[in-house]
């Protein structure tokens, strides 16, 4: 017999006989609730079904590199707390700029290759090669372990 089914019958006799109290949902009540559900359960498919159009939509996807494409320049800005601009790294056709305090170039194996802020610059390359046509001039003088120049060409 299911459970809607049972019957609680009282012990009071009574000249219309026993009592009979129906125990669990009924009638309409039992229709809204399961109406209820059936409403939650399509607002949560309809949720999700739109979560993931929005994604597939605006090509949100995991592990491709980001691009920018411009036809001037793209600038990216970095930030303090107080929205004052620290660092600023300009990318144009002609040139790419860099405002910091600091600007460090490294290997892959964190190696400092290059690095200038606004007391010095240093190099830090094995090895440091000046092409062009002049070669280098300094106003002052330099210290090296060692000056080479090409094979068959004059030290000058």
């Not at 559900?37 to 999700?48: D, K, P, Q, Y």
């Not at 691009?67 to 620290?86: C, D, G, H, M, P």
């Not at 305090?101 to 606004?118: H, I, M, N, R």
Request: hydrophobic share 45%; proline share 4%; aromatic share 10%.
């Amino acid at each position: 017999m299911p459970q809607e089914q049972y019957a609680h019958r009282s012990t009071m006799q009574t000249s219309e006989g026993p009592q009979v109290y129906k125990v669990g949902i009924y009638g309409w009540r039992k229709r809204c609730l399961y109406f209820f559900v059936l409403l939650l359960m399509i607002l949560i498919l309809v949720n999700l079904a739109m979560t993931i159009w929005i994604l597939k939509v605006m090509n949100f996807t995991i592990g491709n590199p980001l691009y920018f494409q411009s036809a001037r320049n793209v600038t990216v800005n970095i930030l303090n707390e107080k929205t004052k601009v620290l660092t600023r790294l300009v990318t144009g056709p002609q040139a790419v700029e860099a405002h910091s305090q600091k600007f460090e170039v490294k290997t892959l194996s964190g190696k400092l290759l290059f690095s200038a802020d606004d007391n010095e610059v240093v190099v830090g390359a094995e090895r440091l090669r000046v092409l062009g046509a002049e070669g280098t001039v300094f106003p002052k003088s330099i210290e090296t372990p060692n000056v080479r120049a090409d094979p068959f060409k004059e030290l000058r």
